[in-house]
Structure formats: structure tokens, C-alpha cells
């Protein structure tokens, strides 16, 4: 098979002997630079805005979000109910549990002082006396 015509590959080479053979060039010389064109120091940088912005991201991560505190309280007013459940059936069934009581004491005297609302307050108070007085009852 023959190819006739000219090809890409000699159009590229008869462009750069074009360019080299054009005998003035353009590019880079020590020689063209006279005193006046030396570089002058570049303005001081300041990194402080930087550094402000960072501080800002760790404040906001810092800051409580309401949302997750919701949702731990949730999560505490969820694990006491189990354990009241919990209790209820021992009492049907006719046997408390210790450690029940235990957990349930602790998780009352804990979240009292997160408590806001003394209604809510009033009522842990009233669960950790009660769970208290049940432990003392079981003989400890």
C-alpha cells in the first residue's frame, strides 16, 4: 500500500527549522537585565487571617450542638425506661433485680443534674429515692 502526500511528522520538522534558522531570539538573557530591573522584596505576608480561621473552625467545633444534645438525652431517657420495664416485670414476676436497681439509681442521681425542668427533676429525684429504698429493702 502507498501513502502519497506529505505527512504531519514533516510539516512539524520544517516548522521548528524555520524557528531555529530565523537567527534572533527571543528568550531569556542575564544580559538584557540592567540594574533598575532587579527584583524588588515582595510585602510582608501576613498569616494571621489563616490562623483566625482555624480558631473560628475549633470554636465551632467546640460549641455544643443542640441536636446531638437532644438526642443523648434521648438516649438516657431511653435506657432508664428499659430499665424501669425492666423492674415492672420483676415485680410481677416477683423478683427485683439488684443490679437493675443499681442502674437505675445511678442513671437517676447522674441525669438529675441535667435535668432543666423541675417537674423533670422532682421525678428523678422521686426514682433514684425509690430505687434507694428498694436496695436498702434487698438487705444491702
Known amino acids: 500500500m502507498r501513502v502519497s502526500g506529505s505527512s504531519a511528522g514533516n510539516r ?10 530565523s537567527g534572533k531570539s ?5 544580559a538584557k537585565l540592567s540594574r533598575s530591573d532587579t527584583p524588588q522584596p515582595s510585602a510582608e ?8 480561621n482555624i480558631d473560628a473552625l475549633l470554636a465551632l467545633q467546640a460549641a455544643p ?3 446531638e444534645k437532644r438526642k443523648k438525652a434521648l438516649r438516657r431517657a431511653d435506657d432508664m425506661l428499659d430499665i424501669l420495664e425492666d423492674l415492672r416485670i420483676g415485680l410481677l414476676n416477683g423478683q427485683i433485680s439488684e443490679t437493675r436497681l443499681k442502674q437505675l439509681a445511678h442513671l437517676a442521681s447522674k441525669h438529675h443534674g441535667l435535668a432543666t425542668n423541675t417537674r423533670l427533676a422532682d421525678v428523678l429525684d422521686s426514682i433514684e429515692l ?3 429504698v428498694e436496695l436498702a429493702k434487698l438487705g444491702r
Open 12 to 21: 512539524i520538522a520544517s516548522a521548528k527549522k524555520g524557528k531555529r534558522s
Open 26 to 30: 527571543s528568550g531569556f538573557s542575564l
Open 45 to 52: 505576608v501576613s498569616g494571621t487571617g489563616s490562623i483566625n
Open 65 to 67: 450542638d443542640p441536636l
Open 130 to 132: 425509690r430505687a434507694q
